[in-house]
């Protein structure tokens, strides 16, 4: 079957731009979660939902970071006014009631650069 | 504040022999850890999951061992396969659900 699909696949913007990340989860996965990963570095949690609400947002680095997910399945990832330092492969991951909500599995993620 | 550490950025291994990566960790209200396994331009793939209430599991070719009292887990593959060589990423939560917190990976080679 699918599996957690993530576009663009590559996002190149300037310093102040806004923009926006999707995930497309497994069908039937009701968690779901957004991770950032720096070069160097394992993916760092940035904010998880349970169906349509964000049951733990505090991995977001800022104000500047939000997501959604209105109907319980897409989620987009929102930064507004980027920075350099925002320069990361953001994953999604989704996972299943039926293993305990205790494996992901992972999308390919989206590679941001910030000019 | 690093909670879940791999002190061995690489590891090169022999085709037929034993690969032994660790993972320590800092947080003892950790109670469930993963392996996940990583190619380049790929996401994480979940590999092998143990729970606080087990020190060995055993999938294949794969096996995890946890040592609660020295707050450390390592994952075994024997024998090693060149299809192997991967960045290996461990992991553990606090609670089901919740976030799981990775280390900084470590990257297998598989020498032929």
């Known amino acids: 079957g699918a599996g957690v699909s993530q576009t663009p696949s590559n996002k190149v913007t300037e310093k102040g731009k806004y923009v926006e990340l999707r995930c497309d989860p497994i069908s039937g996965h009701t968690a779901l979660y957004w991770y950032r990963q720096s070069l160097g570095q394992g993916p760092e949690f940035l904010i998880y939902f349970q169906g349509t609400g964000a049951a733990d947002d505090s991995g977001l680095p800022n104000d500047r970071f939000f997501a959604v997910r209105p109907e319980g399945s897409v989620s987009t990832l929102k930064i507004q006014r980027t920075e350099r330092g925002d320069s990361a492969v953001y994953l999604c991951?989704?996972?299943?009631?039926?293993?305990?909500?205790?494996?992901?599995?992972f999308g390919p993620g989206t590679r941001l650069t910030v000019l | 504040d690093q909670q879940v550490k791999q002190n061995s950025p690489s590891l090169s291994v022999q085709e037929g022999r034993i690969s032994i990566l660790n993972c320590d960790y800092t947080?003892?209200?950790?109670?469930?850890f993963l392996w996940y396994k990583k190619y380049p331009a790929e996401g994480p793939t979940f590999l092998i999951s143990i729970s606080s209430i087990k020190d060995k599991n055993e999938d294949g070719r794969f096996t995890v061992f946890l040592n609660k009292s020295a707050k450390h887990l390592s994952l075994h593959i024997v024998p090693s396969q060149p299809g192997d060589s991967a960045v290996y990423f461990c992991a553990a939560s606090p609670n089901t659900g919740n976030q799981f917190y990775f280390g900084t990976g470590t990257s297998l080679t598989v020498i032929p």
């Open positions: 947080n003892s209200m950790f109670d469930y």
């Open positions: 991951a989704s996972s299943p009631e039926s293993s305990g909500y205790n494996e992901q599995f």
